[in-house]
């Protein structure tokens, strides 16, 4: 996984209340057997009309938007299905932040596992960054991940949470499953208390 | 931790094998099930860093999303369908997994055959990737989606990095009255506590209508505990549940069978064990429900009207509500019995077990489908479909004008080729209505399986309650 140290780039708006994963990425984009090139199929069907022109009114649509490295969302963003390739559509296109009041549980743990930050806000600091992102070329935003601060067009930084763990990993591009084989040891203790104690399992 | 228990923090504690210091916990899993959308990825994952499975005899595999519900004699048409199917028994055969052939009659939807095989028990986690894992739940399970990433990392490890899920109970007293079923259950659920009403939790379902939920109906509710946005689902385990596994041909045999039931009968919640979130209501109140939007909390009684987007206080969801109604084709207002539908599809891991065919036979016993309805009907399994064709259901179905067709998830989400066309209007037993979702452009409406039967055959969205 690539480190996550900082980013800064245009943030595209986008309020609607749950946003599904099967708006992100519809099922038929998901016969694919790489994690790569989903980015040109990236909301498929709110992005382009059924004969494969652009929608002119849908936000990544529009001209600086094109480049958007941030989206700012609405609540329970990333619902429904579990298909990583949600964030893996993201970040193909170039999004490698998210910020929304809340997420879904299962594409919080995905984008985690691929290099895009998930940041978690109140509402009203939302909104501000909302109308931040609605403006076009000047809807410029940073991250900090390290210092965990977001740095608004007008300068303004507004601080984040994050958890420890996600954050150490990202900061060091770090694979989980490295990380788990070095407790390999107590792995294997835990399998062998519970293969007498459960054998059928 | 001491002191009274839920089902879940049992589980839970027990699966430990680590606990850091900042507080994540890794987690053993004792059952991982792999189908061929979500697992490409993460094979390719452990060639490139020279990892093997863990523990094989941990894992079951069989494709279902992109199997075609027609002949499955012939060649799977569609190259990528037939490229991802065929790469799921290449994986399962370098790495040495047990896997069943998805022109096997054993083959299903992963969450119908899991319990189905004995390969879901009581007590234990089961993991796969997508997102109705929670179906397993129904048996006492701790069970849920994950990603392709943590695919791998089950795979590699037989371990989860996780946090632990809050508790959440909903308690649904009296009993459901006839007709209804736990389909209207689970989304009149939703519709009470909406689809992020559960997010961080594991939901646990009890009360006196849960407790008389056939096993298959408890499957249909915890299903779509993630529409509601938890992660989990749980029922205690109890004397049905017992019955249901006794004798799967995964299940524990005989000599152990009576060990393990005395350690499963520990698992329900200790009296006085604490929930962070408590949410009741009783089945008596329940009316059939289908959805009118684009997403399973808007849901309303069959007998209620499509809801006013202006009666909505808040601006979020008046927005949303009038979004839902321009790509839905619906006016504000109008009756949900008004809403005339092209294709009927009865099938998924939500509603596709054999009391499902049952109560969709039911109503479609004797009666035709309208003449501007296509209807489906897709066993969750080839031994679902079996045992619905000695007891004739089948002969129902095609006597009655529906397609009979082989199992697999088809038009749940219109990979394989089943799909609406744009436009279209679907009563669907399956359990997502997004923009989309069944095909591009196509409409949602989610019933139960009979009311789905009832729509085929009035043409339109129906009662059931008017067909019994």
Known sequence: MEKFTKLDGVAAPMPMINCDTDRIIPARF????????????????????????????????????????????????GCGSSREHAPWALMDFGIKCVIAPSFADIFYNNSFKNGVLLITLPQEQIDRLMDDAEKGANARMAVDLESQEITRPDGETIPFDIDPHRKHCLLNGLDDIGLTMQKDEKISTYEGARNTAEPWL | MSGPKTLFDKIWEKHLVDVQDDGTCLIYIDRHIIHEITSAQAFDGLRENGRKPRRPKSTLMVADHNVPTSDRSLPI???????????????????NLPFIDYREVRQGIVHVIGPEQGFTLPGCTLVCGDSHTSTHGALGALAFGIGTSEVEHVLATQTLIQSPLKNMRITVDGSLPDGLTAKDLILAIIGKIGTAGGTGHVIEYAGRAIEEL??????TVCNMSIEAGARAGLVAP??????????????????????????????????????????????????????????????????????????????????????????????ANSKLTDIHIDKVFIGSCTNSRIEDMRAAAQIAKGRKVADSV??????????????AEEEGLDKIFTEAGFDWREPGCS???????????????????????????????????????????????????????DFI
């Open chain 1, 30 to 77: 998901l016969k694919t057997i790489k994690k790569t090139g989903l980015g040109v199929n990236l909301f498929n069907d709110v992005r382009y009309n059924e004969d494969g022109s652009e929608k002119p009114d849908f936000v990544l649509n529009k001209g600086p938007y094109r480049e958007a490295k941030f989206l700012v969302a609405g609540e329970n963003f």
């Open chain 2, 374 to 387: 296509y209807a489906m009907v897709v066993p969750g399994s080839g031994l679902i479909k079996e045992q």
């Open chain 2, 77 to 95: 048409e569609n190259e990528e369908s037939r490229i991802q199917v065929e790469l799921l028994e290449k994986n399962a055969r370098e790495f």
């Open chain 2, 238 to 331: 109890d004397q049905k549940t017992f019955d249901y596994v006794m004798g799967r041909p995964m299940a524990p045999k005989a000599g152990q069978w009576e060990h393990a039931v005395k350690m499963w009968k520990q698992l329900p919640s200790d009296e006085g064990a604490a929930y962070e979130t408590e949410v009741t209501l009783n089945a008596a109140d329940i009316e059939p429900q289908v959805t009118w939007g684009t997403n399973p909390e808007m849901v309303l009684p069959i007998s209620a009207n499509i809801p006013n987007p202006a009666d909505e206080q808040d601006p979020g969801r008046r927005d949303l509500y009038e979004r839902a109604l321009k790509y839905m084709e619906l006016e």
């Open chain 2, 411 to 465: 038009m749940c989400l219109g990979m394989n080729g089943d799909m609406l066309q744009p436009g279209e209007r679907s009563a669907s037993t399956s359990n997502r209505n997004f923009e989309g979702r069944q095909g591009p452009g196509g409409r949602t409406h989610l019933v139960s399986p009979a009311m789905a039967a009832a729509a085929a055959i009035n043409g339109h969205l129906s009662d059931v309650r």
């Open chain 2, 214 to 219: 056939s096993i298959e109906g408890r499957m």
